[in-house]
């Protein structure tokens, strides 16, 4: 071990990469080929990257936990997804997910780092690569595009997309490898137990139970856990010492009760470090495993992919280079960069390695750990779980181009299941879209502004400059509806229920097409009465401004488009201008409003079946 220490150290001195700072903060954007810079990081301070040789990277035992200031930008990730295969649908929704936390914090006035991207070693994507006689990059290469080609395509606006066989990553693991060492808890084992090569990861017996194939009839041993087979293995290995993290771990999650979302999941995790904890095993053979990342100075075994995979997070932030770029900018303390990440969202079948490994991994380090975890349900077909082999998985690519990005991003989101499984069906989508969008918002939106028998912007400066003493009672019922749901949808955000908040949106909507019909403005205005049409008019506009400012984390290319229509200007658009009666300027169109349903915001759909 002693050998280990000190070529891992000696190691340290070399990394190859070092982000740059601005204004105090590093984050780590624009790696590989085809990155962007998205314009939102000029928000006071901005990342990149430069390749140089450190020689202020060494660290010690005695390093402490970094700085962490308050107002870091607020930063979110995606899981990193296997390229073993093509995306489905439920690595869409983990990206949508993920994509509406962060567009709320933009909205909020809030510096914001997304980060996405692929998980491209083990064993897994090993066997794969064989099985199309591919060299693994190769494969990792094609596949790695599709995923980042998915991500543009649903109007993702990441900030960083990783790849774990970006070199800078390569240079984080293996700092991060030798500091486990220097913490004192790895140590070299004979292991043996049930792998599973689908799940990356060794099963106790416990976890493990006899099953038939309902394809072949064949009866195999599998991961009670998440169905897939598992093999025998017998292997000497690294190990982690997990078991010294129980008690840490515990208190760490009873001081934290909200730390994982929803609550029923995070009660697993507690049972799990209670009654199923055991030591992990952090290394492969080489014989066996020779795809991932070697361990420093031991080319025999081979970096476990989860720990690989999982140091992603920091990766990203600028790690191991935070105190060489706190030096560089004159600073005392070390920060670290966007980290602690603000939400993790993981799907369900992941949380064991990011809500027990992850932030124990961390502990041995003295690095802070993250602030949230969001796991959510999978995504089924016909109440059965999407397989290849049954012929139900959903091409998330073909699913955009069918019904377009923003309905698949309403869709995902409104009908997702934080806390179980959600059920894909066109004809829901169909119906959504029908009830919701075309009957609901867009059909109010040509209702309130196309008539030509008043005029929205002489409602809008009645009555938010010259505000009669009095309003209707249903106008003030309505109006007090309005005023307290947007605090609410602020609430769900804050709780990451994405799916309550947008059905609160949409509730305003629904009550708003309701009020509108009751006060029959097109009777009003014919009457001669300007006082309530005017009323009825401002208030129908002034809570689809609200909507479509509300919406824009949701639906970035729909509400923009709502509020041009509304003439509302690009710079009052932001949380702060949700508030009844705060702009005075709208009313005149800042684009042509057309005529007729194929002009409308949601236009009828194409294709229905």
């Not at 603000?342 to 802070?368: E, S, T």
């Not at 990005?405 to 059920?423: E, H, K, P």
Request: charged share 20%; hydrophobic share 40%; aromatic share 10%.
């Amino acid at each position: 071990m002693d050998r280990f220490l000190v070529a891992s150290s000696r190691r340290l001195l070399t990394l190859r990469t070092a982000p740059i700072r601005y204004n105090g903060w590093t984050c780590r954007v624009g790696a590989g080929v085809g990155a962007k810079l998205h314009p939102r990081l000029r928000h006071g301070w901005i990342s990149a990257q430069m390749r140089f040789n450190s020689t202020n990277s060494a660290t010690s035992n005695s390093e402490k936990a970094p700085q962490q200031p308050e107002d870091k930008p607020y930063y979110v990730t995606t899981p990193i997804f296997y390229v073993n295969a093509s995306p489905h649908v439920g690595h869409l929704y983990s990206m949508v997910m993920a994509d509406v936390l962060t567009r709320w914090q933009k909205l909020k006035g809030r510096a914001v780092f997304l980060s996405t991207g692929t998980d491209e070693h083990g064993m897994k994507v090993q066997r794969a690569a064989q099985l199309q006689d591919l060299a693994p990059k190769a494969l990792c290469d094609a596949n790695a595009e599709t995923f980042r080609d998915l991500a543009n395509k649903a109007d993702i606006a990441h900030d960083r997309f990783i790849r774990t066989t970006d070199p800078e990553h390569r240079d984080a693991v293996e700092h991060f490898w030798a500091r486990l060492l220097e913490s004192g808890h790895v140590y070299e084992s004979s292991h043996e137990g049930w792998y599973c090569v689908s799940d990356e990861t060794f099963y106790p017996a416990s976890a493990v139970e006899k099953r038939v194939s309902p394809l072949t009839g064949k009866t195999f041993t599998a991961s009670v856990e998440t169905g897939n087979a598992v093999e025998w293995t017998v292997e000497k290995n690294y190990h982690f010492r997990l078991t010294a993290f129980r008690d840490r771990l515990l208190q760490f999650y009873r001081a934290n009760p909200a730390w994982v979302v929803p609550s029923t999941r995070f009660a697993e995790v507690v049972d799990w470090v209670e009654n199923n904890l055991t030591d992990l095993s952090i290394s492969r053979p080489a014989s066996r495993l020779d795809w991932g990342i070697p361990v420093p100075d031991d080319p025999h075994q081979t970096i476990y992919v989860w720990l690989d995979a999982l140091v992603n997070y920091i990766t990203t932030t600028g790690y191991p280079n935070w105190q060489s770029a706190a030096v560089a900018a004159g600073t005392e303390q070390q920060h670290t960069g966007c980290w602690p990440a603000d939400v993790h969202v993981v799907g369900k079948d992941i949380i064991r390695f990011h809500c027990i490994y992850w932030p124990a991994f961390l502990m041995a380090l003295d690095l802070p750990l993250p602030k949230q975890v969001l796991s959510h349900g999978h995504w089924l077909m016909s109440k059965q779980k999407m397989s290849k082999s049954v012929g139900n998985v959903v091409n998330p690519f073909f699913a955009l181009d069918r019904w377009g990005v923003d309905t698949m991003r309403y869709y995902l989101i409104i009908a997702g299941n934080v806390s179980g499984d959600a059920d894909y069906d066109n004809a829901i989508i169909v119906e959504r879209y029908k009830k919701g969008l075309q009957g609901g918002l867009g059909n109010l939106l040509n209702r309130a502004t196309r008539p030509s028998n008043w005029s929205v912007r002489e409602a809008v400066q009645a009555m938010t400059k010259t505000q009669p003493p009095s309003l209707l009672l249903r106008v003030e019922e309505h109006q007090e509806f309005v005023r307290k749901a947007v605090p609410k949808v602020d609430n769900q955000m804050k709780a990451l229920n994405s799916s309550a908040a947008l059905q609160t949106i949409m509730e305003i909507v629904f009550e708003t097409n309701r009020f509108f019909s009751e006060m029959e403005p097109w009777a009003t205005s014919k009457n001669g009465d300007l006082t309530t049409t005017q009323q009825t008019v401002f208030l129908t506009t002034e809570s689809l401004r609200i909507v479509g400012i509300l919406l824009q984390p949701f639906m970035p290319e729909k509400a923009p488009e709502l509020l041009d229509r509304l003439g509302v200007e690009p710079d009052k658009r932001s949380f702060q201008d949700a508030t009844l009666y705060t702009d005075t300027s709208y009313g005149t169109p800042l684009v042509p409003l057309g005529t007729g349903a194929t002009n409308s915001l949601f236009p009828q759909l194409p294709v229905e079946d």
